[in-house]
Nanobody
Framework: QVQLVESGGGLVQAGGSLRLSCAAS????????MGWFRQAPGKEREFVAA????????YYADSVKGRFTISRDKAKNTVYLQMNSLKPEDTAVYYC??????????????WGQGTQVTVSS
C-alpha cells in the first residue's frame, strides 16, 4: 500500500497562486502514476491532473490546463500541484492519489486525506 500525506491547502484570492504537495511512502516502487482530484460541495469528485512516475508525462483536465502544473520529485517521493490564476470555481477539497496499473480513473487506489483550497472573489 501507498500512504499519501498532503499539505499546502489554504485560502487565496482570485488570480492568486497556491502550491500543493503530496509525500508518498510505503510501496512507492510499484507506483505507475500519481494524480490530483478535487470535489466541491454538492458535486462529484473530478480529475484534475496526473503524472507518470517514471517518465514524468503529464495529463490535465481541460478546466485547469494552462493554469495548473503537476510535477514530481522522484528522490523525495513527492508530487506537487502548482495552481496559478486561481478562480472561485477552483474551490474544493483536493485529493492526492496513486495508481499502480495505469492512470485511468479506475487505476487510482491509494488516496490522501484531502486538503481544502478556497478561492475568494
Amino acid at each position: 500500500q501507498v500512504q499519501l500525506v498532503e499539505s499546502g491547502g489554504g485560502l487565496v484570492q482570485a488570480g492568486g497562486s497556491l502550491r500543493l504537495s503530496c509525500a508518498a511512502s510505503g510501496r512507492t516502487f510499484s507506483t505507475y502514476a500519481m494524480g490530483w482530484f478535487r470535489q466541491a460541495p454538492g458535486k462529484e469528485r473530478e480529475f484534475v491532473a496526473a503524472i507518470s512516475w517514471s517518465r514524468g508525462s503529464t495529463y490535465y483536465a481541460d478546466s485547469v490546463k494552462g493554469r495548473f502544473t503537476i510535477s514530481r520529485d522522484k528522490a523525495k517521493n513527492t508530487v506537487y500541484l502548482q495552481m496559478n490564476s486561481l478562480k472561485p470555481e477552483d474551490t474544493a477539497v483536493y485529493y492526492c492519489a496513486a495508481a499502480r496499473a495505469g492512470w485511468g480513473p479506475s487505476d487510482f487506489d491509494s488516496w490522501g486525506q484531502g486538503t481544502q483550497v478556497t478561492v475568494s472573489s
